[in-house]
């Protein structure tokens, strides 16, 4: 089966966790994904290395060493992409900025992950997702008043996906133009976009709710972001906002009359007896476990379902269906599948993440035609 990004060669000289995802995505579609590696992996375990270096081929090389970066510059011209998340000062001093590669190959498409983006005074600043993520807004509004602020995790994911669509943009220009050009995705805009529901709307109307945690007992809606918690501990989360359209089937699965005089009208349920209406059904769903919740929501089509823990997806047939989730082969951990469905061109797990410099003499031999000597001289030992 021919791969929707085969012939695509992508120099990976990434090494934090978000990065080297971005780019296994491009090499789950089929593209040659050739990692260099310079001691500087900076995953928190081998779980997450083999996530995010599957389907890639490794070459060790010693930067540091003119021969190193020399043959690092030469891989260079027979891509199509070079991705880092390096310093821009580490670039320059190494002559791998995008300045020195597009002046020798003009069409190359340079990707840089960053922290804070390319411009401005933090543009070299490292790129840590935590960091960024404090600066968006984000953190203190999560939790319940008078909580700790909360640190979402997932500022590195959208950033991730957002690497690997610059590339593809900025692949389908070269195509048109014959034109390469730089790409940078930051930690700090892939968290202001995790956060795009409230910040647009601060964007664009300001106030001060927007800026403090709000009491799951204060919620406007008492059928749309207000949690419930099961009898067996597991929370309820409605998203209900047309109370009208859902009202009749929630008022009779947690045993109010549909005609309740308390609760038969919007402006009743949501400001009148809005916290009238939430003692009742927080009353209602603690009678029941979680189990009896989903069955009824399903059976009944109802905008509601359970917050689940992690050990959900790992069983959930939907997951596994859609690949979401592989089984690896000869005993292995499972391990998180493919995002994104292509009917023609699927996503396929070809090469397990590999070893510190597995593919370095297969490499600079077949794609330089280095000698044994050569590639010894420019190889990380």
């Not at 060669?9 to 990692?35: K, Q, Y």
């Not at 976009?193 to 647009?200: P, R």
């Amino acid at each position: 089966m021919t791969s929707a990004l085969d012939g695509l060669i992508v120099i990976d000289a990434t090494s934090e966790f978000f990065s080297s995802l971005g780019v296994a995505l491009l090499a789950d579609f089929g593209a040659d994904v050739i990692r260099i590696d310079n001691g500087e992996r900076r995953l928190s375990a081998d779980y997450h290395d083999r996530l995010a270096n599957r389907n890639k081929r490794s070459v060790s090389l010693d930067l540091g060493l003119d021969a190193g970066r020399a043959a690092l510059r030469d891989m260079v011209a027979k891509s199509d992409v070079f991705v880092t998340d390096a310093g821009l000062s580490t670039l320059a001093e190494r002559g791998l900025d995008y300045a020195t590669l597009s002046a020798a190959e003009p069409d190359l498409i340079y990707a840089r992950a960053s922290g804070f983006g390319p411009k401005g005074p933090d543009n070299d600043l490292p790129p840590l997702d935590e960091l960024a993520a404090a600066r968006t807004g984000m953190m203190p509004i999560l939790p319940q008043p008078g909580q700790p602020p909360v640190y979402p995790q997932i500022g590195g994911m959208y950033t991730a996906v957002m690497l690997a669509f610059g590339v593809m943009t900025a692949l389908h220009h070269r195509e048109e133009t014959g034109e390469g050009q730089e790409v940078d995705v930051s930690l700090l805009a892939g968290n202001m976009y995790g956060a795009s529901l409230d910040l647009q709307a601060y964007l664009a109307i300001g106030g001060e709710r927007f800026l403090h945690p709000v009491s799951r007992m204060d919620a406007g809606n008492p059928m749309s972001g207000t949690l419930y918690m099961t009898s067996d501990g597991l929370w309820v989360t409605l998203t209900m906002p047309d109370t009208d359209r859902w009202w009749p089937d929630l008022s009779e699965i947690v045993g109010l009359g549909v005609g309740d005089s308390r609760f038969n009208s919007h402006e009743l349920r949501c400001e009148v007896n809005r916290l009238e209406l939430i003692d009742e059904l927080a009353k209602a769903f603690e009678r029941e476990p979680a189990d009896h919740w989903r069955k009824t929501f399903t059976e009944r089509q109802m905008s509601a379902d359970i917050i689940e823990r992690y050990d959900f997806p790992v069983q959930d047939k939907q997951a596994y269906d859609n690949r979401y989730i592989l089984e690896a082969d000869g005993g292995a951990p499972k391990t998180l599948g493919f995002p994104i469905f292509m009917a023609e061109t699927p996503a396929e797990m070809k090469r397990a993440a590999p070893r510190i410099g597995e593919h370095t003499d297969e490499v600079l031999s077949d794609l330089l035609g280095l000698t044994e000597d050569q590639i010894a001289e420019a190889a990380r030992s």
